[in-house]
């Protein structure tokens, strides 16, 4: 049913998207054969999408893990890319959006599909003209990218100090062994879930702290702070818990310890709150896994709410959008520290996208707990000592032992 639908659809778009195809190098006439998915059981269902063209290049890439992006991708984005060549990653990735438009092309599942495919297209296109994706992006500023360690919170912490998980987890204690087991992985950025109950009195409906659970949360901050002292930076993440009174109360309470940043304190849609905040506390801000494209980044960056933004490469538009969003954000000197939860794929994906913009801090590493999520790439481990090498090879770089994502499909 889509596919007839789908058809119809991109029938009316390709003449407004067609081109001339008038090269002669090594892509001309490469044709886009099929679109599919995979879906790993990581600690989220982590999506992999091919792209096979007719010359035997299969591009992989990443959706950002979402109910519906197996069937926007194969019954409704394949019809409209096979045939195509998949070296026009910028005009088929507006194609996409053109034949989803008033369904998803903005934001949400259908964007989240089109990442996946638009990340899938680069590493295609850069395995063709045997390039790096950084490389097609303008070149690299860098040779590494830093990694943070994202050690959670509560029952879910990560630490190899505690043998499983207990209300033990929420003691002060047990957030500096979390902590001083990252550092000592050689991570130099560590962050915590600053919002998970530990008991101490609060309302999750209203939004509220009570002050003895405030008290509770500085002496996790003061614990991890006072373990790392300056080897690591520290930063937490509030998921969107806390009304501007509440998130005020806990910011006051732990500027003190110097935090890097504090992510997501309100409900992520109203930047007017977020920028007020902004003014009243004295600590830096993050926010964007819930926001989508070059768009969804505008009034965060002008109205220059929070230091710094966090978009998700499969999620908010892929790897050219990102780098958008990054160069609109060097207008007002923010920088970048991308939201991340994905299996190497989509890691890499966002560290070319760190290779190639001036203003980019560090890239989110959700999967210290999944102790096989390097054995998904062939070859060394991706993260050595905090940091990704800024992989050579052509197109993402990386290659996936497949015989590894077989054991952990779904
Ligand atoms: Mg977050």
Redesign the pocket.
Known sequence: MYEDFASKLAATMWADFDVTPDRDGPTAGVEITDLSTRVIDGNFPWTLVTVETDDGTVGVGEAYPSPGVHEIITDYLRPVLVGENPTDVERLYNLMRASLSGRGSQQGVGTIAISGVEIALWDATGKLLDLPVYQLLGGKMRDSVRVYADCHGGDAMVSSAEEGQTEETYRPEAYAAAARSAVDDGFDIVKFDLDVPAGHGGDRKARHLETAEVEHKRRLVEAVTDEVGTEAEVAV?L?WNFSPEAAEALCRAIAPYDVAWV??PLPPENTDALAELGRRVDLPLLTG?NRYGRHGFRDLIEDEAVAFL?PDVPKTGGIAETKKIADLAETHYRTLVP?NIGSPVATVASVHVGAAVPNFLAL?YHARDVPWWDDLVAGDDLIDDGRIEVPDGPGLGIELDWGVVDEHER
């Open positions: 993440d998921h992510e997501d896994e966090a939201h989110e």
